[in-house]
């Protein structure tokens, strides 16, 4: 199979401890299809599969994420863009420190576990909380515990029914080891808060054992001198009561991401600097501002880099890290390892702070998860300048893969109506993101419960930059596809830099109990100068956790629930898991990452039902609801790249791409200016089986836990080895 159709099919896996064994799959097929023709499709798919794992190793290919016709470059969560944000900002103050704003809370600690995703995630939703709606920093506190405890979950009956999942039970990830030891990434923590778990404040699940054990022991301090840390006793009981699985206080709005990529320092600072510094890397420089200005304008943001210690002293290691002025500067190739929280910057840090010199001045103000000596017992550590469990990291450091950050919502009352199948989403990391030349569209088929109002759907297709068409049918009782009944709302949405969102609708769509509709997406995106439609499926799989433990991710999918159209056809996502002679160890699929939430509502006698078509009530209105351009007196009309905005002329003259076309003219192919041959049936459903999505910046788990001088360390950070009884 050619090389350019499989990295098309296929994302990488780069993940803290995530390895996939080649037939590790679950089994899933109880509710298939007979349908001879159906079982010929999925014979072919797996055939199709079996040449892209063997033709394509598990690398990540070098996307070009770029706008696509239509969209407005680098939109951010309020649809205005990032290059808009840094206008109003400009020019940017040359040091800036949430601490100082009230916008940041404290250091903590996540003992000795993996689990620095977890506080990562939760202290950019923290911050993000206190831009939001004002507070008090220093008692906000949610609960990293929830979040990474519950990575390990599997949906009972009545916890499915809760989310809003009735048929989805067994849904979910078990693992066989110690599930605060398995890693994860933001990624992971978004994943988990989509389905309904979290966040909660950390009084309802406190990161400590249910003994209330702390444990006493001095610790190497950065100015040579031992103190006493505290912590929590790590070998008690970490568990969190099963009812916290389906509780959320606050839950996930919006989840942004900046990719990062180094280069060559010799391509931004010229050849000098390459006399000196033969063959050095940095961090791309083009994301210093945009993550500047997501600081200033929502918060905090968590930052995914390398991170390495002595393992004789269990010191920062002195090779990258200055330990005189606290500060990190690594111009090799380095696989990040650990996430942190960026809450500031200063552009004035000397370049000469670092153990080698930076090819500039500037370092971004981090906030490490390792503890400090001035947190309550259970979190004290002496790690950071001066102890305070604070550091610097030059801008250029070329181990920085990734910055994240989670916009929170607060459900306006608890009678929010939420239906889903995803349960378990992206949370193992493997997921079967379709890539294909030719139109493609998903939908998922939901049943009103009761009367009321669709408010929004979500989009994860965890690329950037993509457009997202959403339409909504209310469909008839006998329909065939999910097209089959009233087109009731229709619009677009631009995704910029979020992998995942909640998307308003422009009008609420009335839906009554009892009432099946269909919620139908078709997202585009640029990829390798090709332009694509991506879906995003669930997939059944294992995977080797950081810790050694098998993780097993099982995906559950009833017919009738969710739907791929492509070759001119729909297919219901359950006939692609029928036995087949040779579907032994493959994944089955799951459903389609698509919610919609709603509001209960009274709705008058023949409200939000099915209309059959007449001559004088055709059943596709010509102007559905969402699709008449903005007013221009509307605020979506002053701004193209709002959410939803539909006039696409509008949003196509503020985008821009690097080749600078004009609106309406079509991407060209660059490099063999062959573009990638259409999918067929059989290729696409060899996506739809096994399009493993393993991105490196979506689980990059941090694997790097607190050191301590008594513990050695061979191949894993010490801290691991729990060998730190002490």
């Known amino acids: 199979m050619p090389q350019r159709l499989s990295a098309l099919l296929l994302t990488a896996l780069l993940v803290c401890g995530l390895s996939l064994p080649p037939a590790a799959f679950a089994d899933n097929s109880d509710d298939a299809s007979s349908d001879p023709a159906v079982a010929a499709r999925a014979a072919s798919a797996r055939e199709l599969l079996r040449d892209v794992q063997s033709d394509s190793p598990l690398l990540a290919p070098s996307f070009d994420t770029r706008p696509v016709e239509g969209a407005a470059e680098n939109a951010s969560s309020d649809g205005t863009?990032?290059?808009?944000?840094?206008?109003?900002?400009?020019?940017?103050?040359?040091?800036?420190?949430?601490?100082?704003?009230?916008?940041?809370?404290?250091?903590?600690?996540?003992?000795?576990?993996?689990?620095?995703?977890?506080?990562?995630?939760?202290?950019?939703?923290?911050?993000?909380?206190?831009?939001?709606?004002?507070?008090?920093?220093?008692?906000?506190?949610?609960?990293?515990?929830?979040?990474?405890?519950?990575?390990?979950w599997q949906a009972t009956e009545e916890e499915a029914s809760v989310l809003g999942a009735p048929n989805q039970a067994g849904e979910g990830l078990t693992t066989e080891g110690n599930i605060l030891d398995a890693g994860g990434g933001t990624f992971t923590a978004a994943s988990i808060m989509v389905r309904g778990t979290g966040a909660i404040d950390?009084?309802?699940?406190?990161?400590?054992?249910?003994?209330?054990?702390?444990?006493?022991?001095?610790?190497?301090?950065?100015?040579?001198?031992?103190?006493?840390?505290?912590?929590?006793w790590w070998e008690g009981d970490w568990s969190v009561p099963r009812p916290l699985a389906t509780r959320s206080t606050y839950q996930l709005?919006?989840?942004?991401?900046?990719?990062?990529?180094?280069?060559?320092?010799?391509?931004?600072?010229?050849?000098?600097?390459?006399?000196?510094?033969?063959?050095?890397?940095?961090?791309?420089?083009?994301?210093?501002?945009?993550?500047?200005?997501?600081?200033?304008?929502?918060?905090?943001?968590?930052?995914?880099?390398?991170?390495?210690?002595?393992?004789?002293?269990?010191?920062?290691?002195?090779?990258?890290?200055?330990?005189?002025?606290?500060?990190?500067?690594?111009?090799?190739?380095?696989?990040?390892?650990?996430?942190?929280t960026v809450v500031g910057w200063d552009d004035n840090f000397s370049r000469h702070n670092f153990v080698r010199s930076a090819p500039a001045d500037g370092a971004w103000i981090v906030k490490n998860s390792f503890g400090s000596m001035d947190a309550p017992l259970g979190d004290r550590y002496p790690w950071g300048i001066d102890n305070s469990g604070y550091f610097y990291l030059s801008y250029y450091d070329a181990s920085i893969a990734e910055i994240d950050w989670i916009d929170p919502v607060a459900p306006e009352d608890e009678t929010q109506i939420v239906q889903q199948y995803d349960l378990l989403g992206y949370t193992l990391g493997p997921s079967l993101n379709l890539l294909s030349p030719d139109p493609l569209k998903a939908a998922n088929v939901f049943t009103a419960p009761e009367d009321m109002t669709l408010e929004s759907v979500t989009a994860f297709p965890a690329y950037l930059q993509c457009n997202v068409n959403v339409q909504v049918y209310l469909l008839k009782d006998n329909n065939t596809t999910p097209e089959d009944g009233n087109l009731v709302a229709s619009q677009t949405f631009f995704m910029g830099d979020h992998y995942y969102a909640r998307i308003p609708l422009d009008e609420p769509v009335k839906i009554a109990k009892g009432q099946r509709y269909a919620v139908v997406q078709s997202v585009e995106v640029t990829l390798e100068n090709q332009h694509v439609w991506v879906a995003a499926v669930e997939a059944s799989a294992q995977a080797e956790s950081f810790d050694g433990s098998i993780a097993t991710a099982t995906a559950v999918v009833n017919p009738g629930e969710s739907f791929m159209f492509y070759e001119e056809e729909w297919t219901d996502l359950a006939d692609l898991n029928q036995e087949t002679d040779d579907s032994e160890n493959e994944p089955p699929v799951g459903n389609i990452m698509i919610k919609a939430f709603g509001n209960p509502a009274q709705l008058a006698d023949g409200e939000g039902v099915y209309v059959a078509e007449t001559d004088d009530n055709p059943a596709q209105p010509e102007q559905p609801a969402g699709t008449d351009s903005p007013d221009a007196s509307s605020p979506d009309a002053a701004d193209p790249t709002?959410?939803?905005?539909?006039?696409?002329?509008?949003?196509?003259?503020?985008?821009?791409?690097?080749?600078?076309?004009?609106?309406?003219?079509?991407?060209?192919?660059?490099?063999?200016?062959?573009?990638?041959?259409?999918?067929?049936?059989?290729?696409?459903?060899?996506?739809?089986?096994?399009?493993?999505?393993?991105?490196?910046?979506?689980?990059?788990?941090?694997?790097?836990?607190?050191?301590?001088?008594?513990?050695?360390?061979?191949?894993?950070?010490?801290?691991?080895?729990?060998?730190?009884?002490?």
């Not at 989840?255 to 940095?282: K, T």
């Not at 991407?667 to 259409?678: C, E, K, R, S, W």
């Open 81 to 152: 863009s990032v290059l808009a944000l840094l206008a109003d900002n400009d020019p940017l103050p040359a040091r800036y420190d949430l601490r100082e704003q009230g916008l940041s809370t404290p250091v903590r600690s996540q003992n000795y576990f993996n689990t620095c995703w977890a506080f990562g995630a939760m202290a950019t939703m923290e911050s993000g909380l206190l831009r939001q709606r004002g507070g008090n920093p220093d008692t906000l506190n949610l609960s990293e515990l929830q979040i990474a405890y519950f990575q390990n």
């Open 202 to 232: 950390e009084a309802e699940a406190p990161y400590a054992n249910a003994e209330q054990k702390q444990v006493t022991f001095l610790a190497p301090g950065w100015d040579g001198e031992s103190h006493e840390a505290n912590f929590w």
């Open 253 to 340: 709005d919006r989840f942004g991401v900046l990719q990062i990529s180094p280069v060559a320092a010799s391509s931004v600072f010229g050849d000098a600097y390459e006399a000196e510094n033969s063959g050095a890397l940095i961090a791309d420089p083009s994301y210093i501002d945009k993550a500047k200005s997501v600081i200033m304008n929502r918060g905090a943001v968590s930052m995914i880099y390398c991170t390495l210690n002595d393992p004789e002293t269990a010191l920062p290691d002195a090779s990258i890290f200055n330990l005189a002025t606290g500060a990190q500067f690594i111009d090799s190739e380095a696989a990040a390892n650990h996430e942190v």
């Open 642 to 726: 709002a959410p939803g905005s539909q006039d696409s002329a509008a949003v196509g003259a503020a985008s821009t791409t690097p080749d600078e076309r004009q609106k309406g003219e079509p991407l060209a192919a660059t490099g063999d200016n062959t573009p990638a041959a259409p999918l067929g049936a059989a290729a696409l459903g060899a996506a739809v089986v096994l399009a493993l999505s393993l991105a490196s910046r979506r689980r990059n788990a941090a694997a790097t836990a607190l050191p301590v001088r008594e513990c050695s360390r061979t191949e894993r950070p010490c801290a691991q080895s729990k060998a730190c009884d002490k």
